[in-house]
Antibody, heavy 119, light 110 residues
């Protein structure tokens, strides 16, 4: 069955960096676009970034552009989100998610990982 | 990119129907048939219940249905059950490889 498992969350000081990972299994990973979505405590969902199946095309929400870098390794079925210059407003649960088809909905989600940016 | 607009709350009695609206613009909902809806129970990851406006993934009951008119999408839950009590989020492709979510609607089953 399809599984997405995030790791790497924790508490980090403002301005510092953190790297999240997402391990995928149960499907042909290299055939799907993948996304990160975050949810601040008690708030709604916010789309963060997408990476196409080829691993070359990557796009980001304005709120993280220039600070976050999304990458994937299709040989290891893994995603990474490098988060630099972290701010308090980046505090959230971060989910990796698979898109059901190009531009369409996200049909599988990880369990989420909490990132807390605080001094 | 501004968030899509949803009512903060909705409610209905068991067995009845409730409709949740999601209003965007011609740059997102109105411009593409890539509207999705998610159900999220407390402490859980979101679950896709509708994609591409009207399509239900395998395993989603046909009590859930979606529609769109102009810049507004809607989710209808028929035959409300206690387990339908959750937060619901709409989601749309917004062009140029951007996506946008609604602010969420808390559905209460009375």
């Amino acid at each position: 069955q399809v599984q997405l498992v995030e790791s790497g969350g924790g508490v980090v000081q403002p301005g510092r960096s953190l790297r999240l990972s997402c391990a995928a299994s149960g499907f042909t990973f290299s055939s799907y676009g993948m996304h990160w979505v975050r949810q601040a405590p008690g708030k709604g969902l916010e789309w963060v970034a997408v990476i196409w199946s080829n691993g070359i095309n990557k796009y980001y929400a304005d709120s993280v552009k220039g600070r976050f870098t999304f990458s994937r390794d299709n040989s290891k079925n893994t995603l990474s989100l490098q988060m630099n210059s972290l701010r308090a407003e980046d505090t959230a649960v971060y989910y990796c998610a698979r898109e059901i088809g190009p531009f369409s909905g996200f049909d599988y989600w990880g369990q989420g990982v909490l990132v807390t940016v605080s001094s | 990119q501004s968030a899509l607009t949803q009512p903060p709350s909705a409610s209905g009695s068991p067995g009845r129907s409730v409709t949740i609206s999601c209003t965007g613009t011609s740059s997102d909902i109105g411009g593409y048939d890539y509207v999705s809806w998610y159900q999220q129970h407390p402490g859980k990851a979101p679950r896709l219940i509708i994609h591409e406006v009207t399509k239900r993934p395998s395993g989603v009951p046909n009590r859930f249905s979606g529609s769109k008119s102009g810049n507004t999408a809607s989710l209808t839950v028929s035959g409300l059950q206690a387990e339908d009590e959750a937060d619901y989020y709409c989601h749309s492709y917004a062009g140029s490889n951007n996506w946008v979510f609604g602010g969420g609607t808390k559905l209460t089953v009375l």
